[in-house]
């Protein structure tokens, strides 16, 4: 797990705009990229949530090896 403050220049509370509620792909610069809001009630464990109860977003591309959470 990574946690950042930006993907693709991009703030955490940027991204939670872009959350689908159907939990589609959205595009950013050019890459599909699935969005999902959480919580991170342990330092290395993600929780999904709400978008209103999010601390973070987690990012993921089909070229990430993993999750990049995105602190909002």
Do not use: Q, W
């Not at 159907?22 to 290395?44: H, M, Q, W, Y």
């Amino acid at each position: 797990m990574k946690t950042v403050k930006t993907f693709e220049g991009l703030t955490g509370a940027n991204l939670l705009d872009l959350v689908t509620h159907d939990g589609l792909a959205v595009r950013i610069k050019g890459e599909n990229a699935l969005l999902t809001p959480c919580t991170l009630p342990f330092s290395n464990y993600g929780e999904i949530s709400t978008r209103e109860e999010a601390t973070h977003v987690a990012v993921r591309t089909r070229l990430m090896p993993r999750d990049t959470f995105v602190k909002i």
